[in-house]
């Protein structure tokens, strides 16, 4: 047995020969026979014999590096590490010797050394397939996803139908953005081999990253009719149905990846989240404990966003969102800035999924419009549908370029930004919806990066330098929970549209379902944010107040169902309950000016709805917590005047209701008290509000071109 042919037998195995004693043989036979031994499996046999050749000569190169690759597998890697250094020493012209101690390194997490040796091994070996893998493995681990893709590329021009080799590009295209070229691999990989399992679920992933929910869909289901089992696969599929509506379905099938692995956190944040959409408060505590114990155990694929609606502490929060931003920066190489010589306009960009007629198009426009331009020059950047509505071609008109960057992948968005000479990049979406792609953040394309209006929370990520809140939404004592540092607006965080429909005229009640008397407790907020406790509330003042009824939004077909059920539960008649579909924008506005209160939710306030009520005439009780998301809605109540619909408990909250249910002319008071001070107070005041937060991106900004750091 020749050397190349022992070091087969060790590393990758052919049929062995019957064992035989070593005692009496020669170094050579003695090393073959070990290489016998080491390829069945017989390790303690192998690393037997290896020694004895060592103690005759300890400096057999060959049998140093076998012997280290004995310990590697049996769990001695830093000794292992020791004795193919000494083998390098010995032959440094040896490819393998490197490829195999960069293996090594690579397991142990040390990805500099690793990628280091397999460079050594590839200039000593350039056209050996294995090294080159070798590489592409060690720079994806090590975050170099773009030598990565270099390698990968270059094995399969080699290879054109390497199978694996089409897979394993595919995964690192989509981790840089490039979820269209990542789906050409994934194909060719199922053109290759039509079983592959893992390409089936991955082509999902892509699709699902594209919004293509029924494609993806059909790729989990075909990686799970092969691999039934697997949790993760699962929990991708409850991903897509509950995008399409399904939620049953989602939550049955992520049900069945939570009980198949109980320390997957994502899988468990992913049924909490589709249970509080549906209103399916089964285990509702038992849920959030699971998510937040992984979570402190050290998870770090909680979504951030999952976060904002459990009983979190804010260090709960910041942690989520820590772990989830880092894991978006791995790889990326950040863009670098010079600051500008002469004095100049300051170049905005705002980044969003949201140009639309959405939360976004409901609060933005006016102020893209109102921007100073002899100050400022405003560019929007989109990676969202363009739904075609009047607030997209709106917004579209507001910014003095707009940059659609749908069909590029993150890294080269981020070039398009840089090469813009963008300042200010204001995100308005963090991780908020089914495709943010705060990757592209990442890569730093504008010196000053900032959190507005979209994520109500810090983002945790190292590449964001500010939040825009307000002294009540995030008072400075709350900069500890945070990443960024708080910017201050002197009234109110959120911007307003005052170009939308009023709500005036009122839609008739009975056009709404409601009965033509009877006070109507109103709540619009999202279906996940209903919870228990404060239902519990509400089901208290329909009892208490005769002829009153409860109106929420029909978020999805489970809601009504679901809330009818626990309210009889709870002694009340289902009819009640009147639930109202999604609407267009004018039409919406009259139904909430239809309502008497609305009723705001707790841990997670209303943020654009409780703007829409208060801008409809209809007044907002809301319930104070203990950081941003739960204090949008009193950020509002104070800048329009009505801090005292802002409460501090529950029980306040609930005494507060009753009171203004049971007290028509008090009730009345406050709608004309909010219909004057719409006019003449900061929340509406949109030229106020742009002068605002213009202030705050010149603060920004002379800070940066003095030299100064953000204060954190």
């Given at each position: 047995m020749n050397r190349r042919e022992r070091r087969a037998a060790a590393k990758q195995g052919r049929g062995a020969a019957p064992p035989s004693s070593s005692a009496n043989l020669g170094p050579c036979a003695a090393l073959a026979e070990a290489a016998r031994h080491h390829q069945a499996g017989r390790l303690r046999q192998a690393e037997r014999v290896y020694r004895r050749v060592l103690a005759g000569d300890p400096n057999q190169a060959d049998c140093l590096h076998l012997l280290g690759l004995v310990l590697h597998q049996t769990g001695r890697s830093a000794e292992a590490l020791q004795l193919i250094e000494r083998a390098i020493a010995l032959n440094g012209a040896d490819p393998d010797l490197h490829n195999d101690i960069a293996g090594i390194y690579q397991s142990l997490g040390r990805f500099d050394e690793a990628v280091t040796h397999c460079r050594s091994a590839l200039a000593l070996s350039p056209s050996s397939g294995p090294v080159r893998l070798n590489l592409a493995r060690a720079l994806y681990a090590q975050g170099d996803l773009t030598g990565s893709v270099s390698q990968y590329r270059e094995l399969l021009r080699s290879s054109p139908d390497s199978a694996d080799c089409h897979f394993s590009l595919g995964l690192v295209l989509c981790e840089q953005g490039d979820v269209a070229s990542a789906i050409t691999h994934y194909r060719r990989v199922l053109a290759l081999r039509p079983e592959h399992t893992d390409a089936h679920a991955a082509l999902g992933n892509a699709l699902a990253a594209q919004g293509q929910w029924n494609a993806a869909i059909g790729h989990y289901r075909a990686s799970l009719a092969v691999r039934p089992e697997c949790p993760k696969t699962l929990n991708a599929l409850g991903d897509a149905l509950a995008m399409t509506g399904a939620l049953t379905q989602a939550i049955e099938v992520v049900?069945?990846?939570?009980?198949?692995?109980?320390?997957?956190?994502?899988?468990?944040?992913?049924?909490?989240?589709?249970?509080?959409?549906?209103?399916?408060?089964?285990?509702?505590?038992?849920?959030?404990?699971?998510?937040?114990?992984?979570?402190?155990?050290g998870a770090r694929d909680v979504p951030p966003f999952v976060t904002l609606m459990l009983p979190a502490e804010p260090a709960d929060r910041l942690l989520a969102a820590r772990r989830w931003s880092e894991g978006i920066a791995r790889g990326v190489s950040r863009l670098s800035h010079k600051r500008p010589a002469a004095e100049r306009r300051i170049r905005l960009g705002y980044l969003s999924h949201d140009f639309r007629g959405d939360v976004v198009g409901r609060l933005l426009p006016e102020l893209i419009e109102r921007h100073d331009r002899s100050r400022f020059r405003v560019s929007g950047y989109c990676y969202g549908p363009d739904d075609g509505s009047d607030v997209r071609h709106r917004l579209v008109a507001a910014f003095d370029s707009f940059v659609d960057l749908t069909a590029i992948d993150d890294a080269t968005a981020a070039e398009r930004i840089h090469a813009d000479g963008i300042d200010i990049l204001v995100d308005l979406t963090g991780y908020t919806s089914e495709n943010p792609r705060t990757r592209i953040l990442a890569f730093r394309p504008a010196p000053i990066q900032v959190n507005f209006l979209g994520f109500p929370g810090t983002m945790g990520a190292e590449f964001i330098d500010y939040i825009i809140v307000d002294d009540f939404l995030a008072p400075e004592d709350h900069q500890p929970g945070y990443s960024e540092t708080l910017i201050q607006s002197p009234h109110c965080y959120q911007p307003s549209d005052t170009a939308r429909p009023t709500g005036s005229p009122a839609l008739p009640r009975a056009a709404c379902g409601l009965p033509a008397d009877g006070f109507v407790f109103c709540c619009f907020n999202h279906s996940y944010k209903l919870t228990p406790t404060v239902f519990d509330i509400w089901m208290r003042l329909l009892n208490a107040v005769p002829g009153s009824v409860l109106w929420l939004l029909e978020a999805n077909t489970d809601v009504p169902g679901n809330l009818r059920r626990e309210a009889a539960a709870r002694g009340i008649a289902a009819e009640r309950l009147v639930f109202a579909g999604r609407a267009p924008v004018p039409e919406y506005m009259a139904r909430l000016a239809a309502a008497d209160l609305f009723l705001d939710t707790l841990p997670y306030n209303a943020g654009a709805t409780a703007n829409d009520a208060l801008w409809a005439g209809l007044p907002v009780l809301t319930c104070a917590g203990d950081t941003y998301v739960g204090r949008m809605a009193g950020s509002m109540l104070h800048a329009i005047g009505l801090s005292y619909l802002v409460t501090s408990s529950l029980a306040e909250y609930e005494v507060q209701a009753l009171q203004l249910a049971k007290q028509p002319a008090r009730l009345a008071e406050l709608r004309r008290?909010?219909?004057?001070?719409?006019?003449?107070?900061?929340?509406?005041?949109?030229?106020?509000?742009?002068?605002?937060?213009?202030?705050?991106?010149?603060?920004?900004?002379?800070?940066w071109i003095t030299g100064q750091s953000t204060a954190r």
């Open positions: 049900q069945r990846a939570a009980t198949l692995r109980s320390d997957l956190a994502g899988v468990h944040a992913n049924l909490a989240y589709f249970k509080r959409q549906a209103c399916d408060w089964t285990d509702f505590d038992r849920d959030a404990a699971r998510v937040l114990a992984l979570l402190r155990q008290r909010l219909s004057e001070n719409r006019a003449r107070m900061p929340l509406f005041d949109m030229a106020r509000y742009t002068r605002d937060i213009e202030a705050a991106y010149a603060r920004m900004w002379d800070r």
